[in-house]
């Protein structure tokens, strides 16, 4: 595969012999200056680094976050194959928190296909962020870092450095470099039996001008990228060695309980401590702005101590607004329909005016919280002029730079300390402040590290949430019962005007977005709008299907003639399920298909009925088209994980807001899939060789939608509102299926 | 003072008796391999061995396990090996953990391995259900597939 040069390579010499070799956006006016640039830290953005050294130690820099999804390992392994080295001879490590590894490129593989991302944008008014800003991010996130920077930035470097090195070889050997292949870290020379490793090499590679123009590897000549890879970060993770942000410690350390104004927006305005100063341990009464902090020698003491201080906080408009307010202004937004378009194609008006049949769906989901494992905090240590910071971030470079703004210190003196992160979701990407911003404002005020850290019933409260939505639907008919329109209403904002779309082949479609600002804050989730959106219109195409007296597997199928790889997932999805077989008694099963992040999912969930008349799921058979694998076994992994992930906001998912204020406290009342609730899963991969697609986010908005329609099978009842757990399925009337 | 022993080794902290054992293992003794989840119990990420029984720190008083034995997930696998030099440095169940790619994120584990440790321990061959009722642990990443892959590859048939 030939691919033209669309950002640029560079090189340098290592201290001691050895080659470093980088990808940068913008175009060095020479190699020279390159190099220059590369020392000083200059306007440019190298996406990743191979370092070769003389030993045949081959590093490669990963400049995203390890959340789980394996980016570690994948990224390594694209960087790997290209230069034909061994994989036991890979170092990695996570590229330090400086401009030289932005990542920029995603956001430019974003920019390519859909404008700004999404994910990014957030609340944040799309324009008051410059691509500039965005560029200079270290972001993970959208499901793009195998995808934009595997494939722009971690093949090319790696190809680059092959040719290099075997142009170094050639002219050490007087050959011409079409003679000698490369294999394991080394060039050979065949004719001569003559080899020299990476290693031997590197020096002399430092020297040359990196190629114009690289040749990818065809998937045939793949030694390494296909094959299931043991990740690299999962052995510090089972003896308790791995590092999370929260893990940051230090003799000398203090801690910090806080609590955040509990309705949204408002201002802390007294505070009376009592006699907490006394108390054991602790340090100070910090009030901010929003908040009050307690801070003390042990985060128990600080958390105790919180207890016994009052404070109040301003009243505001929000005060007696509960989630019945919400939505009933979600109805008056859509009932006056103040609209913008996200799609338009035909003449919907005129299709309702003219149709046989018209069937109506009007449909809601709750607010959600990410409940990420490892509650947000964030570790601050000003001293010397300098800060530091340690935290679990979806964007270091980005944290980076918050934290030195807010502390009053040059973004040059300012020291990021990587760490996993103990889940993600969207939860950790920047312009979600909160903890970061109050971690750094109480640490100004002390000399040691002060660790802050937010209670689960904090961070549940205090959240970045899914937004709350509703989505009105109308299909019409015409005299043969064919469906000639779709017309669609809902709530914004949406960050993802794309998750709206249906690719079925229905004549006329009208899709407009209607106001649904809220006092609630709001963020990227799990797949951003693909799991609302996703459940709405495949659980209305199904509606269709039924009132079309068809099938819904066979439904889809049908009106999906022009998207094969669409019908390739359906079909494969559905026979591994066994749809159309017997299924044992009181079972049923439901089907969907999305395509989100790059990637098409189909999936089918086996459904019943428990003696309480609860929902279960017995199986969840899923195919999925990320274009090829690179490591199958974490595309199992992921897709396994966002089908949980979807799965738990189908069945509990349900933030809910009172006077003001979210109502819910911890894992009790904001109920996880555990593993008594988990399915089997049965993850079928469908190679078509296309564009490398996501697979963090794909596989969770089809699920709630694939759940829901199995039970109106077996119920007769259609469930328009989520979470499963509100709805009574005791008076179930089974439909006959088609 | 409270008095007890981790992975072994003998622990006296001037702490007060109502402080929950997870703390003192974090904060006092910068033993961060145990995590902070929910501090109620309900999450399960906490978990460590009291004489070998699976047991929620988050909500464990220090004055609760006074001259008890503690293991915590740093000293899984030489508690398990006791004093056999050939041991391996994994237990079987974090070896297991390793051949199934079980973690994701990886939070939730520590609390994890340290409850079917315990589940094994007391019923080498747990059946779904057993599982289903002794393994409450919330992993957010959904790694629950691969958790019953790997118990079933250690239960004795």
Known sequence: MKINRRRFLLSSALVGGGVLIGYSALKPSNHRRANAELATGGEHYVTSFIKIERNNAITVYVPHSEMGQGVHTSLPMMAADELDAAWEDIIVEQAPAIDLF????????????????????????????????????????????????????????????????????????SVAGDECSTELGHVQHNASGRSLSYGELAADAALLEPPENVTLKDPSQFT????????????????????????????????AAIRLAPVFGTKLVSVDAGDVLSRRGVKRIIELEDSVAVVADSYWRAKEALKGVKSQFESSDADTTSSVDLFAG??????????????????????????SDVIEGNYTVPYLAHAAMEPMNCTVHLHDDIVEVWTSTQDALGIKGRVAKIAGVAEEDAIFHHSYLGGGFGRRLPFNWNVIDHATLIAREFDVPVKTVLSREDDMQQDYYRPAVASNFKAAFDANGVVQAWHNRFTGPIQTPGASHIPYAIPNKSIRVVDGDTHVPIAA???????????????????????????????????????????KVLEVAAEAAGYGENLPEGHALGIAVQESFGSIVAEVAEVSLDSNNRPVIHKVTCAIDCGWAVNPDTVEAQVESGIIYGLTAALYGEITIENGRVAQNNFPDYEMVRMADTPEIDVHIVESGEKLGGLGEPSTPPIAAAVSNGLYILTGQRVRELPLKNHDFSRSTPIAQV | MATFKVNGVEQNLDIEPEMPLLWALRDELGMTGTKFGCGIASCGACTVHVNGN???????????????????????????????????????????????QVPQCGYCQSGMIMAVSSLLASNPNPSDADIDSSITNVCRCGSYPRVRK????LAIA
């Open chain 1, 102 to 173: 932005a990542n920029g490129d995603l956001v430019k593989g974003f920019a390519g296909e859909f404008g700004l991302p999404g994910f990014l944008t957030g609340i944040v008014n799309a324009s008051a962020v410059s691509i500039a800003e965005l560029m200079n991010l270290q972001t993970t996130g959208g499901s793009s870092s195998v995808r934009f920077t595997g494939e722009t930035a971690m093949r090319t470097a790696g190809a680059a450095a092959r040719q290099m090195l075997i142009e170094c070889a050639a002219n050490r050997w």
């Open chain 1, 224 to 255: 390494i990228m296909g094959k299931a890879i043991s990740r690299v970060d999962i052995p510090a993770k089972v003896d308790g060695t791995a590092n999370y942000g929260i893990d940051a410690h230090s003799e000398d350390m203090l801690y």
């Open chain 1, 330 to 355: 979600f109805e008056r937004s859509l009932a006056e329909d103040k609209n913008s378009k996200v799609l338009e194609t035909g003449d919907t008006e005129g299709a309702m005016d003219s149709a």
């Open chain 1, 525 to 567: 989730w799990r797949s951003v709008d693909h799991s609302q959106q996703t459940f709405f219109t495949e659980s209305f195409v199904d509606e269709i299907a039924h009132r079309s007296g068809k099938n819904p597997y066979q439904f889809r199928m049908d009106m999906l003639a022009d998207h094969p790889r669409h019908r």
């Open chain 2, 54 to 100: 699976a047991v929620r720190s988050c909500v464990t008083p220090v004055s609760a396990v006074e001259g008890q034995d503690i293991t915590t997930i740093e000293g899984l696998a030489s508690v398990a090996a006791g004093a056999n030099p050939s041991a391996p440095d994994l237990s079987a169940v974090q070896q297991a953990w390793i051949d199934h």
């Open chain 2, 150 to 153: 790997a118990i079933r590859s």
